[in-house]
């Protein structure tokens, strides 16, 4: 069993709509959840982390955290073609373990 | 803003070769990593190091080594190139001591072993 799961997609979306994005990871002693974006042909960057359980919001981005079912996720409100990238789930299990899947690639459709 | 510089964007090198990957951070992070990305396995860990001189292994550390001798480079090595090492590699770093790993990435270094 992977350490953290994602669905390869493509998901795609209409411009506007919301976006959903999710991940599943087997270690419960996971700490720290994070959100990258990656563009085609670039390094990821990091659009949000999360923590503790519920939600945290940053603009149109929302994390979803849910650690008794270990499910993290990602809305993406009022969905842009300029969000059509692949996302990228992370888990920290120790202070220098991060796991990452292997990536949602989400195309806005304008 | 953190810049996190990999030395060569593309690099084709023959089996056998010894190869280097240099990557250089200015934010005074304590934390580096060399990670390789391929398509449908992701992002794996190949080496990391947390001080000048310390590395630990990740989840793929055969065939590579790493060199911290500064605290702002970290070199991943190839001793002995091979075709199944043919990928990208993405140098990362962070700030120790964080509740959170954010990672800062460099714009990788694409690896072609012929």
């Known amino acids: 069993q992977k350490e953290v799961e994602q669905n390869s997609g493509p998901l795609s979306v209409p411009e506007g709509a919301i976006a959903s994005l999710n991940c599943t990871y087997s270690?419960?002693?996971?700490?720290?959840f994070f959100w990258y974006r990656q563009y085609s042909g670039k390094s990821p960057e990091l659009i949000m982390s999360i923590y503790s359980n519920g939600d945290k919001e940053d603009g149109r981005f929302t994390a979803q955290l849910n650690k008794a079912s270990q499910y993290v996720s990602l809305l993406i409100r009022d969905s842009q073609p300029s969000d059509s990238a692949t996302y990228l789930c992370a888990v920290q299990t120790g202070a220098n373990n991060l796991f990452f899947g292997t990536g949602t690639r989400l195309t806005v459709i304008p | 803003d953190v810049k996190v510089t990999q030395s060569s964007r593309y690099l084709v090198k023959r089996t056998g070769e010894k190869v280097f990957l240099e990557c250089v951070q200015d934010?005074?992070?304590?934390?580096m990593f060399w990670y390789r990305q391929d398509p449908g396995l992701g992002l794996r860990l190949i080496y990391f190091?947390?001080?000048?001189?310390?590395?630990e292994k990740g989840d793929i550390p055969e065939g590579y080594s790493v060199s911290r001798e500064k605290k702002e480079r970290f070199s991943l090595i190839l001793e002995s190139a091979s075709t199944n090492q043919t990928s990208m590699y993405l140098c990362?770093?962070?700030?120790?001591?964080?509740?959170?790993?954010?990672?800062?990435f460099g714009n990788g270094t694409r690896l072609t072993v012929t």
């Open positions: 934010m005074d992070h304590e934390n």
């Open positions: 190091s947390y001080d000048v001189k310390m590395k």
């Open positions: 270690d419960r002693g996971s700490q720290s």
């Open positions: 990362a770093s962070s700030a120790s001591g964080q509740l959170e790993l954010s990672l800062h």
